[in-house]
């Protein structure tokens, strides 16, 4: 990807350990990213940058990742903006939020390098509905 092409991703996360893998796994893919550990840090440079997706962990010390989601999809200038949450666990309101559209996708920690990828694919691009349906489809088919 060309300097000017590349998707812009702000990370946020508290834990520097996941900080740094998740950008030496997003920067090694080519994107281009922006570090943030906390959700004010990560607003004043969403405001500033408009990424083209975050990926944020829920459970942020003080303000958690799912305050983060709300700020953005209120935000006329961000709301279009994809929003990842990763999490140890899917709790009842990160799912809850999930279906309501407030996060994009919600990836388990510690998750497999290969899936995040993807994700962050689907996200930045989504395929077409009849992509994301076909595999569940064939779960249907009758067994002979």
């Known amino acids: ?31 281009a990213l922006c570090c943030c550990t906390d959700v004010a840090a990560a607003m004043v440079y969403a405001q500033a940058h408009a990424p083209n997706l975050i990926i944020c962990d829920a459970n942020l010390p003080g303000e958690s990742g799912l305050v983060l989601c709300e700020r953005v999809r209120r935000n006329d200038s961000l709301r279009h903006v994809p929003v990842m949450l990763l999490s140890p666990s899917q709790t009842p309101d990160i799912i809850r939020r999930g279906c309501a559209g407030d996060v994009t996708y919600s990836v388990r920690k510690p998750f497999a390098a290969e899936v995040l990828l993807e994700l962050v694919t689907y996200a930045l691009c989504p395929p077409p509905a009849e992509v994301l349906m076909e595999p569940i489809s064939d779960l249907f088919q009758p067994q002979g």
């Open 1 to 31: 990807m060309t300097e000017q092409k590349r998707p812009l991703i702000l990370v946020v996360d508290s834990n520097e350990n996941v900080l740094g893998e998740v950008a030496a796994l997003l920067e090694g893919a080519g994107y």
